[in-house]
Structures are given as structure tokens and as C-alpha cells.
Nanobody, 116 residues
Framework: QVQLVESGGGLVQAGGSLRLSCAASTRTGLITTMGWYRQAPGKQRDLVATITRNGGTNYADSVKGRFTISRDNAQNTLYLQMSNLKPEDSAVYYC??????????WGKGTLVSVSA
């Protein structure tokens, strides 16, 4: 089982920056791919970015060039550096981790609000 705790959300003005963190604790299993997803009110949960254990990354088109995903495998910590934030980036951001074998886990989310 994997427990994920996100932090770093908050209120920021458009054009500002935030850094999200996700601390993962696992008693069993090796964490392979980790990622950030977001869900705005009344909308589905969408992929923001993912990163493999070897550092391979994938981004949603809407955040390319503005967001950077990274991870510290030794600390089982995932990061999302968000720059040039826009009001449409406002959402609850969720951390996801997949362990060897394919089981996925979610954190409880952290709220990001971007004012115009």
C-alpha cells in the first residue's frame, strides 16, 4: 500500500508560480510511474504530467513550457513546479503513484487557485 500526501497548493495571482510536492510512503512495492492530475469543479480529472522512475516525462499540451515535473526516488517525493499560472489552472491537484504490478494510488489533493 502507498500513502500519498500533497502540499504546496494555495492562492496565487495570474503569472505567478507555485511548487507542489507529494510525499509517498510505501511499505511494499516499488513505485514506478508517478504523476499529477487535476480536477476543476464540475469537470473530469485530467492528466497534468507524469514521470517514470528513469525520468521520462509526459505533459498535457496545456501546461507544456510552464510546468515541470520531477521526482526524488530516494525520498519517494514528487514535485510539480508551476510557472506563469493562469486562471484556468485552478483546480484540485492530485498525486498519483503506480507500483510494480500496476496498482495505482491517489492522494487527497491540494487546491490551487489562480486569480485573474
Amino acid at each position: 500500500q502507498v500513502q500519498l500526501v500533497e502540499s504546496g497548493g494555495g492562492l496565487v495571482q495570474a503569472g505567478g508560480s507555485l511548487r507542489l510536492s507529494c510525499a509517498a510512503s510505501t511499505r511494499t512495492g516499488l513505485i514506478t510511474t508517478m504523476g499529477w492530475y487535476r480536477q476543476a469543479p464540475g469537470k473530469q480529472r485530467d492528466l497534468v504530467a507524469t514521470i517514470t522512475r528513469n525520468g521520462g516525462t509526459n505533459y498535457a499540451d496545456s501546461v507544456k513550457g510552464r510546468f515541470t515535473i520531477s521526482r526524488d526516488n530516494a525520498q519517494n517525493t514528487l514535485y510539480l513546479q508551476m510557472s506563469n499560472l493562469k486562471p484556468e489552472d485552478s483546480a484540485v491537484y492530485y498525486c498519483n503513484a503506480v507500483v510494480l504490478g500496476g496498482m495505482g494510488y491517489w492522494g487527497k489533493g491540494t487546491l490551487v487557485s489562480v486569480s485573474a
